[in-house]
């Protein structure tokens, strides 16, 4: 990973503009290719990215300072560094992934058993399919044979769907599971998790803890 602290100014051009005008900001460039920005005052979250897979190419001559991100839909991030105050490369190596609590790897357990709940003749393939940023929680196939990729959660947030979208990105590099689709699932999905998977073209899935556990609905049925 590398950090770059910097004075600078982004532009952001493709499907819409936008600009950041110029301050100081902290610029991630990871492993896997993606570069975001960070403000101070956002937590996590970036003021702006471009996900994998993309190019960096850094200015030389009379464009020392200007770094271009391009994706493969040749949208282009452009950052104009004015004043570099410090720029170091770390070697994190392969994160183990994170560690489920116990719901959430209770509900991959059981939506493996009942794999059958995505919709009819889907058929496991394993739990926990390693890759080399982590393992998918689930991968099966469809009626039609599609491979698809799960991805589970208590609650849906943008997070996991942007995890997904990476594996998805590897997973449709292996000739052998190519394509591969995705599918969302959670107990509760955030309504911009749920927009912003279905601009990605991955799949929703609600899952009911107990209808999973075998647990009938207590409340009383009209039929």
């Known amino acids: 990973m590398r950090l770059v602290i910097a004075r600078c100014s982004v532009d952001y051009a493709g499907r819409l503009t936008a600009h950041l005008p110029s301050a100081p900001r902290l610029i991630l460039v990871k492993a896997d290719g993606s570069v975001s920005i960070h403000a101070d005052d956002r937590a996590y979250k970036p003021l702006n990215w471009m996900s994998p897979p993309c190019t960096l190419k850094e200015g030389t001559g009379d464009e020392e300072g200007v770094w271009t991100v391009i994706n493969k839909a040749g949208e282009k991030l452009i950052i104009t560094m004015e004043e570099v105050l410090h720029d170091s490369s770390h070697e994190l190596g392969v994160d183990p992934g994170l560690i489920k609590d116990g719901v959430e790897a209770h509900l991959q357990e059981l939506l493996a058993d009942r794999i059958e709940t995505l919709g009819d ?92 556990r075998g647990i009938e609905d207590d409340k009383l049925r009209l039929f």
């Open 121 to 212: 003749g889907y058929t496991l393939i394993r739990r926990e399919y390693m890759t080399a940023i982590g393992p998918v929680d689930i991968l099966c196939r469809d009626a039609d044979g599609q491979t698809v990729a799960v991805e589970i959660k208590r609650r849906g947030e943008i997070d996991g769907v942007e995890q997904l979208t990476r594996y998805l990105d590897l997973l449709n590099r292996d000739p052998h599971l190519a394509p591969v689709r995705g599918i969302f699932a959670a107990q509760e999905i955030k309504p911009q998790a749920r927009v912003l998977a279905t601009d990605r073209g991955i799949s929703c899935h609600v899952m009911d803890y107990n209808a999973l």
